[in-house]
T-cell receptor, first 113, second 113 residues
Framework: GDSVTQMEGPVTLSEEAFLTINCTYT??????LFWYVQYPGEGLQLLLK?????DKGSNKGFEATYRKETTSFHLEKGSVQVSDSAVYFC????????????FGAGTRLFVKA | KAGVTQTPRYLIKTRGQQVTLSCSPI?????VSWYQQTPGQGLQFLFE???????NKGNFPGRFSGRQFSNSRSEMNVSTLELGDSALYLC????????????FGQGTRLTVV
């Protein structure tokens, strides 16, 4: 079945460091790919998405490119801030009679000042 | 416009009881999905409703059920609560069947004692 694998955390970085969170997926067909962010005590917020191969999603300095050949959707940011500390979830959605989103386990990011 | 509203935010129930959680989607959105989030299992899909019809269902026992009303508001019910049902229950709404962007509520934190 469909699945999403993302790097285990926690990831601890200093402010202004470069961030990469790896994400790979397994799915039949052509799923849409997403990154969601969850701040403490909150629900999930959509960070960015890509709906087809080679699409690049970007938002708030974060980027991810849909790589079908490597079934990957790695999240990157050039310079993290303390306010980026949160849990990041990679996810895929595929139409299977209805829509079901499959999430990765989440990666907790701590950014130190 | 208002976001996805889930009530109540926090709930404490005793084993064996039943519970009903409510989700009001964004105005105009017709699709509502439910997810269970636990530290051990992560985010798991429960079910999706569109126009009062269940379109997709995850791998949860029959104690978990849901419904959607004509105004798109949705409820999920868990009967005969078990300690393992303690979790954050998240609701997400989408505008239509083919729309891949989901907006999440803040969740209902259920604790079973």
């Amino acid at each position: 079945g469909d699945s999403v694998t993302q790097m285990e955390g926690p990831v601890t970085l200093s402010e202004e460091a470069f961030l990469t969170i790896n994400c790979t997926y397994t799915a039949t067909g052509y799923p849409s790919l997403f990154w969601y962010v969850q701040y403490p005590g909150e629900g999930l917020q959509l960070l960015l998405k890509a709906t087809k191969a080679d699409d690049k999603g970007s938002n708030k300095g974060f980027e991810a490119t849909y790589r079908k050949e490597t079934t990957s959707f790695h999240l990157e940011k050039g310079s993290v801030q303390v306010s980026d500390s949160a849990v990041y979830f990679c996810a895929l959605m595929r139409e299977t009679g209805g829509f079901k989103t499959i999430f990765g386990a989440g990666t907790r990011l701590f950014v130190k000042a | 416009k208002a976001g996805v509203t889930q009530t109540p935010r926090y709930l404490i129930k005793t084993r064996g009881q039943q519970v009903t959680l409510s989700c009001s989607p964004i105005s105009g959105h017709r699709s509502v999905s439910w997810y269970q989030q636990t530290p051990g299992q992560g985010l798991q899909f429960l079910f999706e409703y569109f126009s009062e019809t269940q379109r997709n269902k995850g791998n949860f026992p029959g104690r978990f059920s849901g419904r959607q009303f004509s105004n798109s508001r949705s409820e999920m019910n868990v009967s005969t609560l078990e300690l393992g049902d303690s979790a954050l229950y998240l609701c997400a709404s989408r505008s239509g069947v083919m729309d891949t962007e989901a907006f999440f509520g803040q969740g209902t934190r259920l604790t079973v004692v």
